[in-house]
């Protein structure tokens, strides 16, 4: 059953969950479009993983109202569980059995028939590239191949709302990347993806529109280049010649562009991000001015660009104005 023309997927109003005295989840307003990926981005402890959980009645929200595809995750739960699937973040499979005999099993419980179960199983088995290990037991597979078949044990019966609990954590660059794939070639068959994940480049990479969750509440929305403009005018990229110079051509250009600048683990770089200022100069002209001021004091600058603010300064600065003190990254 597919979606009202319009209708969200999502629709959360002051969602509320509490554990003890720690509200976990302090009131979201969330609005998922169906047919999207939508990133829910955060720290560990945000509430994200809580959210997701009420969203698939897993657990029962202590306020708030909680809509999938227009029903009530409470009172409308067997409902919900009918058009909704979810993978965690670790892999639910049984480790003893076969990859085949993961997803034969698993069909046959969600009431296909023997011979369709094992069609099914091999089509996800050979479109996610397990088919070589199809017939080893899961202890044996990777991380990366762990995850995939997760994940197509949670579309053997394609839901209408995908719950990605932070899908890629602990893989390597790779296996992320083919998880990366398999999310998007979900969603190109009509599935909705509300994905959490506390990677900055996965949100920037999947999803359509993100909401920034912190401490329990939602501190930002929108889609990855309104939140990027949402805290600056770009970021002004630089890399030295001479490590050494490194402290005054920060020192000239946190001057010249009004601004802080971080510096980077390379031990010639520096990154500045460029606020709005009273000024009719654009974020070209404020950069160029600055490079000048480096030349005239002698200091060469070998490498040099200027672009949006990435999502890691977005979340930094955004958490920043919430707790009023710096953060060091998301964790």
């Known amino acids: 059953m597919s979606a009202r023309s319009g209708e969200p997927a999502i629709e959360t ?47 029962r929200p202590d306020g708030g109202q909680a809509r999938v595809f227009g029903l009530d995750v409470v009172r409308q739960a067997d ?18 059995l076969t990859g085949t005999e993961n997803l034969v099993l698993l069909a046959r419980l969600l ?16 479109a996610f590239g397990l088919t070589e290990a199809a017939g080893r037991q899961v202890k044996t597979y990777s991380g990366g191949m762990r995850r995939r078949l997760d994940i197509a044990a949670s579309i053997l019966n394609t839901p209408d709302l995908l719950f990605l609990d932070e899908p890629t954590t602990g893989l390597d660059p790779r296996s992320r990347n083919q998880v990366w794939e398999i999310v998007r070639a979900v969603v190109a068959q009509g599935t909705t993806v509300l994905l959490t994940t506390q990677y900055l480049e996965e949100a920037d990479q999947l999803a359509g529109r993100i909401a920034v969750i912190d401490n329990g509440r939602v501190i930002a929305e929108g889609t990855p280049g309104e939140l990027k403009s949402s805290v600056g005018s770009g970021a002004v990229h630089v890399r030295l010649r001479d490590g050494r110079q490194r402290p005054e051509a920060q020192r000239l250009l946190a001057g010249a562009l009004r601004t802080s600048v971080r510096i980077e683990a390379d031990p010639v770089a520096l990154t500045a991000r460029l ?15 600055a490079l000048a001021e480096l030349a005239a004091a002698g200091i060469t600058v070998d490498d040099f660009s200027l672009g949006q603010p990435s999502l ?15 953060q060091e990254a998301v964790a």
């Open 312 to 326: 890691d300064e977005v979340f930094l600065t955004l958490t920043e104005k919430k707790t009023g003190k710096k």
């Open 79 to 96: 409902a919900v569980r009918g058009r909704v699937s979810l993978t965690g973040q670790y892999a639910s499979v049984d480790e003893d």
């Open 111 to 126: 009431g296909h028939r023997k011979a369709a179960a094992g069609e099914r199983a091999a089509r996800l088995l050979d």
């Open 275 to 289: 606020l709005p200022q009273d000024s009719t100069a654009g974020p070209a002209e404020l950069a160029s001015r």
């Open 13 to 59: 109003v002051g969602l509320v969950k509490t554990f003890g005295e720690k509200r976990a989840v302090d009131g979201v307003d969330l609005t998922v479009p169906a047919g999207t990926v939508y990133g829910v981005l955060g720290p560990n402890g945000a509430g994200k993983t809580t959210t997701v959980k009420m969203l698939a009645t897993l657990l």
